[in-house]
Structure formats: structure tokens, C-alpha cells
């Protein structure tokens, strides 16, 4: 069977979107399904590490140069053009949002060997989030009754659809992976003394609804042996402001050393090693709460390093209680779980949360996704 990821991709390794759809479709090319992905890149050199990631793996990328409308709309015709190409073999396309799962059913009558399956991320129900443009309930019960079935990529949305929604397509709920083997071999310091400085990091993204502020917020409120390790945002001088406003507004210079973006295979070694504790912010919304599936806290739990997270269903329907320890979005409680991570010295705690990051490794979702799939051939 061939899968079409019918989503348009910047093809830049700084983008955690791009990060987990080739990861995940890497992995899931393994398990004999050709799979075809398209976007658009602006520089040759980050496309370059994406086509040597994937390697010889059954995956085609189909990639137009340049970020401005034309090239997407070229990418989007040579993706289309595959798809008749081989219209009479069977096929899956995966979408993820309501308007592209939309029009690839107006082509269905085309294409009688396919399924469509919507893949549910942060934004996947615009009515429920506070100032998004919103496509209304009744448009989703229409689209659910339509499509073929739905890839949850969290538990934490399952209660919200259940809640929501009287009727559901079928369903299979595959959180995002992780290469556990790469991340277990970040460790923290070898031995800390009580004069020396404990380094707590945070790597990723700066959107909004992560709501990073809250670190800075904890770390006015912590001594000063606690140091700021952060990396992440996109590369650029926006990314860099931000972080230099949020040092300058909680008095933290001298105190943060921020990193930028660090390519994921240098992560570890560039980043993570060497820290005491390792942070995941999340913010006060339903992305934060049951729609995200975060990337890092699988990354995270898979190291030999104590793990802060905001207690949201999204996190603690993962880690289960006495791993990840678990704290409030206010700034006291978060400081407060930082200062008892950073003492921790159970190693039964994190032999709990590296095993539960290892049942969410690339090749254990890449089979759960391949028998999901597989089961259209079987009904």
C-alpha cells in the first residue's frame, strides 16, 4: 500500500512539525509501505539532511524550492500528479486538519482504492480554541462521517472527542515517538556539590500556547546556582529577542545561556548532557491541556535526567505518577517541583520513566500505525 501525507511540509529541520512527520514516516516506510511526503525549502543545505536522514527508505519527497505560493502550488501539482499516476494501486492518504481532509474526498470518486485518515494535532479543532478561526462542530460530525479514520496522537484527546462528538470514525491513538536509544545517553552531572551550579534546560519551540515564560518565571524565584540552559525557536534574531526580553524582564543576566537552534542528531551531546534537570512548560489552554502530543517529553524521559512538566492530561496520562515530576502553571509550584528534581536521587524513578520511553520508540508506533493501516485490507 502507498501512503500520501497530504500535507504541505517546510523542509527544514527546525521545524518540530517537519522533525515528527519524517521520523514517523520513516520509520513506518520500514514496515512496507511507500510513502510520499511534499513541501517546499528554502535552503539547500537543511534539505540536504533531511534526504540523507531518510536515506534509502521508501519514502519520495516531492519538494519545489522556494516558500512563496508558486512553488507550493507546483509542489502540490507534481503531488497529485503521483497520485493518478498510480491511481489503480490501493493507497492511504493521512491528512491533518479539516480542509485538507475536505478535498482530498472530492477526488475519491477517482481514486476507489483509498482511505483517508486525519492525523488529530495541537490545532486539530479550531471551535474549541479561544481566537482561532473556527470551523463550526457540525462541519466536523459531517467530516467524521465521511473519512475512514482518525490517528489521535494523544490519550488526552480521546476524552475531549468522546466528550465532543456521539459518533467517531474508527480510531487508533499513536503518540508521538521517540529514538530512545540516541536520547539515552544523555546524563546529568557526574556529581553535583553544594556550591555548584544546577543547570536546568529547556529545548524546543517558542509557540505561544508552550507558554516558556513560565520557566524564566520559576527561575527569578530560584537561587542563584540555578542556570538556564535553553535552546530552540527557529534559528533566527526573532527567537533571539524573545529570549532577551524574557532575561532582561525577570533579571536573569548572567544566568541563561541560550544555545539557538541545535540540529535534533546534535541535541544530546550540545544540549541535553550535563543538565540536572530537564524542563516541559505548557500553558494554561486545550492544546497544552489534551492536544499535544510533546515531542520532548518523550525525548526527556528517555534520558538518565529528572524530568519537570506542567501536570496537564496531556503529560500525566503518559507518565503515570512518580516520574515526571508533576507541578501547576504557577511559577511557585513549577520552581518548587525544579528544586526537588534537582536533589532527586532515585534511580528507581527513572528506570520507571526510560521503560515507559521505550514502548514509545519510532519502530513500536511505526507497527501500531502499519496494523492500523493494514486493517482497511482486512475489513
Known amino acids: 500500500m502507498k501512503i500520501y501525507y497530504f500535507h504541505s511540509l517546510y523542509l527544514n529541520f527546525n521545524s518540530s512539525q517537519t522533525i515528527q512527520v519524517i521520523r514517523d514516516y520513516r520509520y513506518l516506510s520500514e514496515k512496507g509501505f511507500d510513502v510520499t511526503l511534499s513541501g517546499v525549502y528554502d535552503d539547500e543545505q537543511s534539505f540536504n539532511d533531511i534526504k540523507e536522514y531518510i536515506g534509502a527508505h521508501r519514502v519520495k519527497i516531492i519538494a519545489s524550492k522556494g516558500i512563496s505560493k508558486i512553488p507550493r502550488l507546483i509542489s502540490k501539482l507534481r503531488f497529485f500528479i503521483d497520485v493518478f499516476r498510480y491511481s489503480k494501486q490501493k493507497k ?48 466536523y460530525e459531517k467530516l467524521f462521517s465521511l473519512i475512514d479514520g482518525l490517528i489521535l496522537t494523544n490519550y488526552s484527546q480521546e476524552k475531549v472527542l468522546l466528550d465532543e462528538f456521539t459518533s467517531l470514525p474508527r480510531y487508533s491513538i499513536l503518540p508521538n515517538g521517540v529514538e530512545a536509544e540516541q536520547f539515552s545517553q544523555a546524563h546529568p552531572p557526574a556529581s553535583t556539590h553544594s556550591s555548584s551550579k544546577i543547570v536546568i534546560t529547556y529545548a524546543g519551540q517558542f509557540s505561544s500556547w508552550k507558554n516558556i515564560e513560565l520557566i524564566f518565571q520559576a527561575m527569578a524565584l530560584l537561587g542563584e546556582r540555578y542556570q538556564l540552559r535553553i535552546a530552540g525557536g527557529k534559528g533566527n534574531d526573532e527567537s533571539k529577542r524573545y529570549i532577551l526580553q524574557l532575561t532582561e524582564k525577570y533579571n536573569l543576566t548572567g544566568r541563561v545561556d541560550f544555545r539557538g537552534f541545535v540540529k535534533p542528531d546534535k541535541l544530546v551531546c550540545h544540549v541535553l548532557n550535563g543538565s540536572s534537570v530537564l524542563l516541559l512548560p505548557l500553558g494554561d489552554n486545550i492544546e497544552s491541556k489534551y492536544f499535544t502530543s510533546p515531542m520532548k517529553l518523550f525525548e526527556y524521559m528517555a534520558t538518565a535526567i529528572p524530568v519537570v512538566s506542567v501536570n496537564h492530561p496531556s503529560v500525566n496520562m503518559i507518565t503515570g505518577e512518580d516520574t515526571v515530576f508533576l507541578a501547576s502553571t504557577d511559577p511557585v509550584d513549577f520552581a518548587r517541583a525544579i528544586q526537588e528534581a534537582s536533589c532527586c536521587e532515585d534511580s528507581e524513578r527513572i528506570r520507571k520513566m526510560n521503560k515507559i520511553a521505550a514502548n514509545y520508540s519510532y519502530e513500536n508506533r511505526a507497527r501500531r500505525f502499519s496494523e492500523f493501516i493494514n486493517s482497511y485490507d482486512e475489513g
Open 92 to 139: 492511504c492518504f493521512v491528512t491533518r486538519s479539516h480542509h485538507k481532509s475536505l478535498e482530498i474526498l472530492r477526488y475519491r470518486y477517482f481514486l476507489p482504492n483509498s482511505c483517508v485518515v486525519m492525523e488529530l494535532h495541537e490545532h486539530a479543532l479550531p471551535f474549541l480554541i479561544q481566537g482561532k478561526k473556527r470551523v463550526n462542530k457540525r462541519s
